[in-house]
């Protein structure tokens, strides 16, 4: 199964953990970059709010890929802005495998999850699994061992 690891990290986590699970998979991968940067609060006003922010040009085109793998840290219980608009620009999306990953500094909340699912599924996409990697995984390291779980579930023959 061919799969694209779309990536949104700001502090350098979530992209760690997505580079990782790209290693595992051999994954092609794309950056969720936006085009402006903001100040962290309004970063977390934006995602609380369900927001969208203009990102720079990545892959959005899934017609060469089986699979879409969305890696986004979680803001204020919520989607990141950046990763809002890649999934409204988002091609060639039906009939596809997708997954997500998200990472937090908290240990709770699966608004992100279930938002960036609902989304995906909203555009035909089939939903195979999800990984939340949580502030304690992160600081023990046990993130990793949640990693090559999940990766588990993509590893081509």
């Known amino acids: 199964m061919k799969t694209l ?36 609060l309004i970063k977390a006003i934006h995602a609380y709010l369900e927001k969208k922010w ?6 959005t085109d899934m017609a060469d890929y089986d699979c879409l793998i969305v890696c986004s840290p979680v803001w204020a219980g919520r989607t990141t802005p950046g990763v809002n608009q890649y999934l409204e ?14 990472t937090m500094g908290g240990d709770g909340n699966q608004t ?6 609902e989304n995906l599924e909203a555009q035909g996409m089939e939903f195979i699994d999800k990984v ?3 502030g304690k995984a992160q600081k023990s390291g046990e993130w990793e061992a949640l990693v090559q779980d999940f990766s588990g579930k993509f590893k081509t023959e």
């Open 132 to 134: 939340t990697i949580g």
């Open 54 to 59: 203009p990102i720079k040009p990545c892959i």
């Open 112 to 117: 992100a999850t279930i938002k960036i699912r």
């Open 5 to 40: 690891i779309a990536c949104y990290s700001y502090s350098g986590n979530t992209l760690t953990v997505a580079q990782k699970l790209q290693e595992l998979i051999n994954a092609d991968f794309t950056r969720i970059e936006p085009v402006k940067d903001r100040w962290y």
């Open 89 to 102: 620009e988002l091609e060639n999306v039906s009939g596809k495998k997708c997954a997500v990953l998200v």
